[in-house]
Every structure is written in C-alpha cells, then in structure tokens.
C-alpha cells in the first residue's frame, strides 16, 4: 500500500489584526472601523492550515515569538491538524499583519515581518515531504534552502522578491498574482500560474499561456488567505498525483469557496467541499 503524501510549507506564521470597514481609506484620510478581529495568519501558516482542511498530512516550518501571539498561533495550527514541530520559536516577536477589509471583500495588508525573519531550515527535516511549497514572506536564505533540498518545489512568489535563477529552475510550478508576474521571468519558468483573483488563474509554460481557469461565482465576504487557499490546493492535488491542469481547476474552486467566511484561515475548504462544487461545473 502506498504511503500517504505529506506536504511540507515553508513560509511565514503572523498573528492577524484585522478592522472591517465600509470603503478602504484614501491617502491621508481617517475612517471609523466597524469590527475588530485578532486572528490566525501569514502566507505558510494560511497555506498550511488550507492543506490540513484538504485532508492532507502537513508540516510547517516557520517561527514565532515566545510570547502569547506565538502560542496562539501553534495551538491554532495544532487544532487544524498541522504538524508544528517545524514552528521555531525566536528571540524576535511573532510576526503581526494589519489588515483593512471593505464590504466588497477587498483588503490592504501591512506586514510586521518579526520572527518570520529569523526562519532557519538547516536542521529540518524537508527531505521527509513528497512536496514542499514555500513563499516569500521569508529569508531569501530559506527559499534558496528549500528549493535545493525539496524533492518536489512549488514557490508561491508573493511577495515579489528578488530571487536568483536556480530558484526558479528548481520549481515545479511557480505561483504569482497578476501584479507579482511582472518581477518573475516567465519565458525561464517551465511551468507559472498566474491567479486573477475572481477572474480565474492562467498556466503559462515558459512564457506562453497554455490554460485557462475561471472560478465557481461565489458571494465573497472577505478575500483575504484566498490567494493561500489556492496555492495549498494546488499543491495538494499535486502531491496526490493529479496532472496539473486538473490541479488548476481544484486550486482556483478551494481558492473561491475560501472567500465565503472571514479572515485567512476562517473558511478552510474541506476536499469534499470542493469536489462538490467541482462536480456542479461539470
């Protein structure tokens, strides 16, 4: 019997401040919000609860501070069913994230890198992952780590940063918004997904675009961790041996059915949740 696929995220782990408001504010103009929230965030531990949600076995590698912010994040990810061995603690704080969401769901996001900062892979344990996917909320130092010791990697380039070629040769896929693409050289990546928010995502094979995905219609109450959302689906879907235009199209469903509650980590679509919708398409 085959052995069950295990994911390995490599990324950041904050602690989310988020205030929800009727419009986002203008330069230089003050607002009055309607709700505060402090929740679960940071591009690895949003992608890595994502992937929990979807049945698979997940380890995060990342740090936190020794202080409140940083257990509740480990508790939180320990009760969504990822490994957290990989969670460091640092002698900086744990990362934070200002967050500003408006009634159509849009978001602005300060980050407060912290801990995330000091992320360190020389003593984990990466070679025991089927798939690791990283981003770049993170040392270049540790992107560089993951992409020479993952037997499979998938870089999700966000934010943009400046990342030497062998990076991207060691990629299987690399994940970038339609904004982050302009940073990345898509004619020397074999293979880049670009995600258009709620028009879809695009495959493009060294430069040329090849596929097209356009998502399920959705409501969406707040689209932050969305982008997250898609990234660890796709990785799913391609660590349980799916094709990756298959893992596209389950990518962009998880990605759009995780706008429906608020915050990163709140609507966490299960994979039966997105087999349903998958099977409305069709």
Known sequence: MAATPRLGVVG??????VVWVATLPEPGETIRARRYERLPGGKGANQAAAAAALGMDTSLFAAVGGDDDGAFLRDTLNTYGVTTTGVTVSSRATGRALIAVDEAGENTIVIIAGANETVDLRNQPLEECDVVLAQCEIPVAAVIEASRRAKRFILNVAPALELPSEVFRACEVVIVNHIEARSVPLEDIENCVITEGAQGARLLRRGE???????????????????????????????????????????????????????????RPTHQEVQQWLSREL
Do not use: K, M, W
Not at 12 to 17: E, P, Q
Not at 237 to 252: F, I, M, S
């Open 209 to 267: 675009e090849i596929f097209r995905c356009v998502p399920p219609e959705v409501h969406a109450v707040d689209t932050v961790g969305a982008g997250d959302a898609f990234c660890a689906a796709l990785a799913v879907h391609l660590a349980r041996g799916g094709a990756l235009v298959d893992a596209l199209q389950y990518a962009t469903t998880a990605g759009a059915l995780a706008t429906l509650d608020v915050g990163a980590q709140g609507a």
């Open 12 to 17: 950041s782990a904050n602690v989310d401040l």
